[in-house]
């Protein structure tokens, strides 16, 4: 057979040939039968390709990790409509939240955009009998994660009757950071 002087090598997604002296002791050709019975056994998909000089076997896994990430990098992340996700983040002293909304168009000043709410019960802000927090836009950020024209829009906590909520550290630090004193310095962030 054409194949002695050639080796196979078995390799998930890709393919080689390596060339082996004649010298070699291990340069015994894998026949076809040799490869059969050692993938029939794994149970994978297999495809043969042989040429007058080399013999290339290329094994696809349908659960091999390679597999996997080359279907992510070659994912197509384009916008399939015009409507435009707004991902609603608030930090809620300890922790950050968000929750989606789904707008028409695209928007630029966070005034434009509609106040949300939600249950603030749930997360320690609000007690049960009046637990209704609602959320004030407050920053527009481009989406790096969904790409388009999908949003991100910092919110800020507030009570039904328009008061910061305790927890809200945002409205704390808009006052200080407001404040003319510290406008005038050069702020650091460690």
């Not at 042989?50 to 696809?60: C, G, M, T």
Request: hydrophobic residues 35%; glycine residues 6%.
């Amino acid at each position: 057979e054409e194949l002695q002087n050639m080796a196979q090598i078995l390799a998930p997604s890709t393919q080689w040939q390596m060339r082996i002296s004649k010298s070699s002791p291990n340069a015994t050709p894998i026949t076809s039968n040799m490869w059969g019975s050692l993938l029939w056994k794994q149970n994978k998909k297999v495809s043969l390709t042989s040429s007058a000089k080399f013999r290339v076997l290329a094994i696809k896994s349908d659960n091999s990790t390679i597999n996997r990430l080359e279907g992510l990098l070659n994912l197509d992340i384009t916008p399939f409509t015009d409507k435009i996700i707004a991902e609603y983040i608030w930090g809620i002293g300890i922790d950050v939240r968000s929750k989606s909304r789904t707008i028409s168009k695209p928007v630029e000043d966070p005034s434009k955009l509609p106040r949300w709410n939600y249950d603030g019960s749930s997360t320690g802000q609000a007690q049960g009998d009046n637990s209704e927090v609602i959320l004030y836009p407050q920053a527009i950020f481009k989406d790096p994660y969904r790409g388009g024209n999908n949003i991100l829009v910092i919110y800020d906590s507030y009570t039904p009757q328009g008061e910061p909520i305790p927890s809200s550290l945002q409205t704390r630090d808009t006052e200080i950071f407001s404040n003319p004193k510290v406008q005038a310095e050069v702020p650091w962030y460690i």
